[in-house]
């Protein structure tokens, strides 16, 4: 365990543990987490290095820590944040002295139980860091959302481009990094990039936090998901969380947790959450609970995702519970082509693949269902958590 | 060039379509989907036109 060691969260713990952090100079640093290899965690998994130089290269810089963790299904940053807030911060420290900032700001949930933790590890350092508190909304966590909360108090995702890192905070290039990924920065400034190689996949090394059916567990990338997950008595496997993708069990047999395995397999490592469905569950029922839920949050700017979504949500119920006919079917079909890619963010693009992945993983379901034969299953208990709609 | 709506400015007027309907097409909702592609040559001044006329100027024009 590298991030999620039996420290306790106070800063002389976290020294105690870690040792105390001291910053190397900014050439260095980048050099050491290009070397380091290290990939985003929030979900796109992409080089933090080569964000870091294209921010730093910009006039006055700005960092945000994205500490919100949006996916329903997902645990591993609220753990990481209230057990090891320290490691957060140091990650934050190292992503300032990288890019040369001395704007730094953190964004969690409002309601986020690790709000009071990081108030008091604050309180424990020498280190000016804007806290946002930001609203429980799916899209509220979006980084250009969170731009625009911290710009002008409104969570919604903008046009881009511009992107953040061509222009965030205060019109600033601005570094969006996960709080896990800022973990690892505070290891990799400390340890260098050798050590930080020294486990996971070659190509996209270091540990990942994952969130297995509810539980927070730290492993090497690259390690068959069959380790980490029960397959046993399963159906399919819902990989990066509603942003991601259904998988078969037969696949996840086989694939192991990299970027690009999953990516392989039609899947997404995303922001690491991984749900196995039981064999008694509907896989058709879960998807349209969580279209539902998409649908619900999306942001209410773009008219294809606020006229697309709900329309699909309400053909995914008919599908899983009926009233089903087949006008439903062919318009679901068409939503599904003419909504992706027609709005500001990446919202109904990842409704859109979460519903075609279902559609696919469970097509004998679909088929057993437009026969007239909805399965069992269908008042099985829920597997997927849904928050409830109007909680903070 | 190419054709581009900005989503969240964009309130299905629909001028567009009407405008430059090689390019543009309404989805049942009365949004348009554009088509993403270089414009050719003949259809920059009718595009020019397009976005121009856009009452919430939602259409852009972008330089490759």
């Known amino acids: 365990m590298r991030l999620l060691t039996q420290s306790g969260p106070t800063l002389a713990e976290h020294e105690a543990m870690h040792g105390r952090l001291t910053l190397p100079p900014r050439v260095q640093l980048l050099d050491a987490v290009e070397a380091a290899g290290l990939l985003g965690r929030g979900g796109a998994g992409f080089p933090t290095a080569r964000k870091m130089r294209t921010v730093g290269a910009g006039k006055h810089p700005a960092v945000l820590g994205n500490a919100c963790e949006g996916e329903p299904a997902s645990r591993k940053d609220v753990q990481l944040l209230t057990r090891h807030p320290h490691l957060v ?15 730094v700001h953190l964004a969690l949930h409002a309601d986020s139980p690790a709000l009071p933790v990081l108030r008091a590890a604050l309180a424990e350092r020498r280190q000016p860091v804007t806290l946002h508190e930001v609203p429980r909304r799916y899209t509220a966590s979006e980084e250009t959302a969170l731009i625009s909360f911290v710009n002008t108090g409104t969570a919604k995702p903008l046009f881009t481009p511009p992107r953040p890192f061509e222009q965030g905070i205060a019109k600033r290039p601005t570094l ?60 399919a496997v819902l990989v990066g969380g509603y ?37 008694g569950s509907c896989g058709l029922v879960e998807t349209a609970r969580v279209a539902a839920y998409l649908a619900n949050e999306n942001a ?73 034969h909805p399965c069992a299953g269908a008042h099985a208990a829920s597997v997927l958590p849904v928050p409830r709609r109007g909680a903070a | 060039m190419r054709l581009r709506v900005n989503p969240i400015e964009c309130a299905a007027h629909g001028l567009c379509a009407e405008l430059l309907p090689e390019w543009v097409s309404l989805d049942e909702w009365g949004y348009p989907a554009v088509d993403d592609q270089p414009l050719p040559a003949q259809l920059v001044k009718d595009a020019k036109r397009a976005a121009a006329a856009c009452p919430t100027l939602a259409l852009k024009l972008l330089h490759d």
């Open chain 1, 243 to 279: 942003f991601g993708t259904w998988i078969s069990v037969a696949q996840a047999h086989e694939v192991t947790l990299t970027h690009r395995d999953l990516r392989a397999a039609g899947g997404a490592l995303g922001a690491g959450i991984v749900l196995t469905l039981p064999a």
């Open chain 1, 89 to 103: 911060l140091d990650g934050l420290a190292v992503a300032a002295a990288a890019v040369g900032a001395k704007d």
């Open chain 1, 300 to 372: 209410g700017q773009c008219g294809p995702c606020f006229n697309g979504l709900p329309a699909i949500a309400n053909a995914v119920r008919a599908l899983a519970v009926g009233p089903w006919d087949e006008a439903t079917m062919v318009a679901l079909d068409r939503w599904l082509g003419v909504v992706p890619g027609r709005g500001a963010c990446h919202h109904p693009d990842g409704a859109v693949r979460f519903v075609l992945s279902a559609l696919a993983v469970f097509a004998q379901d679909v088929a057993a269902h437009r026969a007239g």
């Open chain 1, 176 to 235: 969006v990094n996960n709080a896990e990924t800022l973990a690892h920065l505070a290891l990799i400034a400390r340890h260098g990039p050798a050590w930080f190689r020294e486990v996971g996949d070659p190509e996209e090394p270091g540990t990942l936090l994952l969130t297995v059916d509810g539980a927070v567990v730290e492993v090497p990338s690259g390690r068959p998901l069959r380790q980490v997950a029960d397959l046993g008595g399963k159906q």
